[in-house]
């Protein structure tokens, strides 16, 4: 039995040494980076808030290691945050780098490092809606293993409120405030495309106000701008579209009656109209006058009667509203 043994003994020595000696080259060449089998994540944005991670990015020996992170259905104004620590090789994330690539979406700002540089975190708006595309470079300047987990969320940001606007009339005051959530206040608001209704302006305090003289239907988007500092990725914005629709108003013409005139004897009376937008211009548009009067565009209604009677006529006021206007009224 002893002699049997001792062949094996021999055999088992040499698999050591051969194993050791591998070790050895393993040791010479470093590891290969997880970063190089291709590692590619996709974080899908349309549930929001929604997350990818947390992944592991490591690079062995000098030299760079990267993860490439594709963010789909990024909608406009919403929040991207790239949270990371520091898993192995000390205080080394200031040799991190997160760079777009191909895509519309956000275009990321430098990291914010804590005081230890073992975690950083980097936030920042979605300019646009789409898909964006980024890569995270992780780049060892000394041998040994470093590595990095990082964790990327995409919320909802800077939203506006109400969905929609209550309709106006022309002539008839209007008020309706605009607010936001989602960032850290104050917020600021400004039509960032299209146009409000000629006579409504919208405040930076983000109120819709005045008193509309144009009809019709109007399509304008409203931005609004929070208040965090660039330090921190901001500010961030958010913005909705709106579509205001202003109805003709009721032009209601005055007096509902006029008094009589005598033949031969001064006649003077001024005709008003109201609802619309002033300035208004009259006019008779069925039946006569009685001879001898006159009806001016502004209204007075005026001169001495030549003939004796009862007239029928129709005074139409029509108003200076523009849009779908000008409107009319008539008695």
């Not at 300019?127 to 969320?153: C, E, K």
């Not at 005045?210 to 990725?233: H, I, L, Q, W």
């Not at 009589?260 to 069925?286: E, W």
């Amino acid at each position: 039995m002893e002699k049997l043994a001792r062949p094996l003994r021999g055999r088992g020595w040499r698999v050591l040494r051969w194993l050791l000696a591998l070790l050895a080259v393993i040791v010479a060449i470093g590891l290969p980076d997880r970063a190089a089998f291709a590692a590619a994540y996709t974080l899908n944005c349309s549930t929001m808030p929604a997350a990818s991670g947390p992944n592991s990015l490591e690079r062995n020996g000098v030299g760079s290691a990267a993860d490439t992170l594709t963010i789909s259905n990024l909608a406009s104004g919403s929040i991207v945050t790239f949270s990371m620590i520091a898993t192995n090789g000390g205080n080394r994330l200031v040799d991190l780098a997160l760079t777009s690539g191909s895509g519309s979406g956000p275009t990321p700002s430098s990291f914010s490092l804590t005081a230890n540089n073992q975690t950083a975190t980097s936030t920042f708006n979605a300019t646009a809606t789409g898909t964006a595309a980024f890569s995270i470079t992780l780049t060892n300047q000394a041998s040994g293993l470093r590595g990095v987990t990082w964790t990327a969320t995409c919320a909802a940001g800077v939203t506006l409120s109400p969905s929609s606007l209550p309709n106006g009339t022309v002539g008839t005051s209007y008020s309706q405030t605009i607010t936001a959530s989602g960032g850290t206040s104050p917020y600021s608001y400004a039509v960032t495309a299209g146009a409000l209704p000629a006579g409504l302006s919208l405040s930076s305090g983000g109120v819709v106000s005045g008193t509309p003289t144009a009809g019709g239907t109007f399509n304008f988007t409203v931005t609004a701008t929070d208040s965090t500092a660039a330090g921190s990725g901001g500010p961030f914005v958010g913005n909705r579209a709106y579509t205001l629709t202003i109805a003709a108003p009721t032009i209601t013409v005055a007096p509902a009656t006029l008094p009589s005139g005598t033949f031969g004897s001064s006649y003077s009376q001024t005709i008003t109209a109201s609802g619309g937008t002033s300035t208004y211009t009259f006019a008779v548009t069925s039946g006569a006058l009685p001879g001898g009067l006159t009806l001016a565009s502004g209204g007075g209604l005026t001169g001495t009667p030549t003939a004796a009677g009862t007239f029928n006529f129709t005074v139409t006021a029509t108003d200076s509203s523009t849009g779908t206007g000008p409107y009319t009224g008539a008695r």
